[in-house]
């Protein structure tokens, strides 16, 4: 089955420091998802990205999708410790997401 | 997220005893999914669900059944073949063929299982 890599697996940031993450795939993408799961806590959808080269921002968050549609990441800009957390990015294929590896965030106050 | 709530939320299983993790949803959602995370890992899909009374196999089925009787409702049963069953258990739900209110067909999760051997 398709396979979604992402890169890096962990990333530790001081407080007010840029974070991303890159999310890559061999083969297209179909459409992508975005979700932050806290420690302890279940996934939660941040953003769904469909078209080539789309992006969309949320507050500090910025999500890109490839222009050829194998490549996704996440930007966030001046990060808090509220933005801890492993983010996940997904494909939406044949009625079922296929997840990333993840990345895992922790903020150095 | 409200609406999708799994049960119990921490299990613990016996050598060789089948155990069944409980997923319901009030969201009139049409698809079911469940996933396996192992610690500091992604998320596996076991099984899906798009329509009462049919269901798929995921990526790591081998182990585990599911039935799908109602639309609210898609219990997992983890069975003494699963030799590695330890794991965060995750139950998911979505509309089908239709998109939010913002355009998007997000999947919904429950606050999950943690399941332990004894």
């Known amino acids: 089955g398709q396979q979604v890599m992402q890169i890096p697996q962990y990333q530790h940031v001081q407080e007010g420091e840029d974070f991303t993450t890159y999310c890559n795939s061999s083969?297209?993408?179909?459409?992508i998802q975005w979700y932050k799961q806290r420690p302890g806590g279940h996934p939660v959808f941040l953003i769904q990205?469909?078209?080539?080269?789309e992006v969309k921002k949320q507050k500090r968050l910025t999500f890109q999708f490839g222009e050829a549609k194998k490549n996704s990441s996440l930007h966030i800009t001046a990060t808090q410790t509220t933005d801890v957390g492993t983010y996940f990015c997904?494909?939406?294929?044949?009625?079922?997401?296929?997840f990333g590896t993840g990345t895992r965030l922790t903020i150095i106050p | 997220d409200g609406g999708i709530t799994q049960s119990p939320k921490y299990l613990f299983r016996k050598e060789g005893q089948n155990v069944t993790l409980s997923c319901e949803q009030n969201?009139?959602?049409?698809?079911m999914y469940w996933y396996r995370q192992d610690p500091g890992q992604g998320l596996r899909l076991i099984y899906y669900?798009?329509?009462?009374?049919?269901?798929q196999k995921g990526d790591i089925a081998e182990g585990y059944s599911v039935s799908r009787e109602k639309k609210e409702s898609f219990p997992l049963t983890v069975t003494s073949a699963q030799k590695n069953p330890t794991a965060f258990y995750l139950c998911?739900?979505?509309?089908?063929?239709?998109?939010?209110?913002?355009?998007?067909?997000?999947?919904?999760f429950g606050d999950g299982t943690r399941l332990s051997i004894l």
């Open positions: 998911a739900s979505r509309l089908v063929g239709r998109v939010d209110v913002d355009g998007n067909q997000p999947q919904h």
């Open positions: 083969t297209t993408l179909s459409n």
């Open positions: 997904a494909n939406f294929g044949n009625e079922k997401l296929t």
């Open positions: 969201l009139n959602h049409d698809a």
């Open positions: 669900s798009q329509i009462v009374n049919d269901f």
């Open positions: 990205l469909v078209k080539s080269g």
